[in-house]
């Protein structure tokens, strides 16, 4: 198995999560609601609907957006595991972020070493 599949689906893994996640725990879930649950979903979901498909497709930039993207999802989770009505959205956001964090990096950083590798050789051959 290639290893850039696997760093790929879990990248794949924690966007879908995110959105699941967000969705299901504002839409049905959530026991304290501040603002409206559209709205709240809006916010939270968007940024990541630009990536879903690129992520799936394996463009390597959309990993570099993301890897940047998934910081403050992160952060969210961590206020919310301070909240104790909402302590397990907080764990499974920051599990998803870090999911997409760790997925992204190590996809980008496997692809620029095999590219390196492969120009490296295509330079040797000439």
């Given at each position: 198995?290639?290893i850039?599949?696997?760093?790929?689906?879990?990248?794949?893994i924690?966007?879908?999560?995110?959105?699941?996640?967000?969705?299901l725990?504002?839409?049905?879930?959530?026991?304290?609601?501040?603002?409206?649950?559209?709205?709240?979903?809006a916010?939270?979901?968007?940024?990541?609907?630009?990536f879903?498909?690129?992520?799936?497709?394996?463009?390597?930039?959309?990993?570099?957006?993301?890897?940047?993207?998934?910081?403050?999802?992160?952060?969210i989770?961590?206020w919310?595991?301070?909240?104790?009505?909402?302590?397990?959205?907080?764990?499974l956001?920051?599990?998803?972020?870090?999911?997409?964090f760790f997925?992204?990096?190590?996809?980008v950083?496997?692809?620029?070493?095999?590219?390196?590798?492969?120009?490296?050789?295509?330079?040797?051959?000439g």
């Amino acid at each position: 198995m290639d290893i850039t599949v696997f760093w790929r689906t879990l990248a794949a893994i924690g966007i879908l999560g995110l959105i699941i996640l967000i969705v299901l725990w504002n839409g049905w879930l959530s026991p304290v609601q501040q603002i409206p649950r559209s709205l709240e979903i809006a916010i939270l979901v968007t940024p990541l609907l630009f990536f879903v498909r690129k992520i799936l497709h394996g463009q390597r930039n959309a990993f570099i957006g993301v890897t940047l993207l998934s910081f403050p999802y992160a952060l969210i989770g961590i206020w919310y595991i301070f909240s104790a009505q909402e302590a397990i959205y907080g764990y499974l956001m920051l599990l998803a972020s870090l999911f997409l964090f760790f997925g992204s990096l190590l996809n980008v950083w496997i692809m620029d070493k095999r590219d390196k590798q492969k120009s490296i050789k295509k330079g040797g051959d000439g």
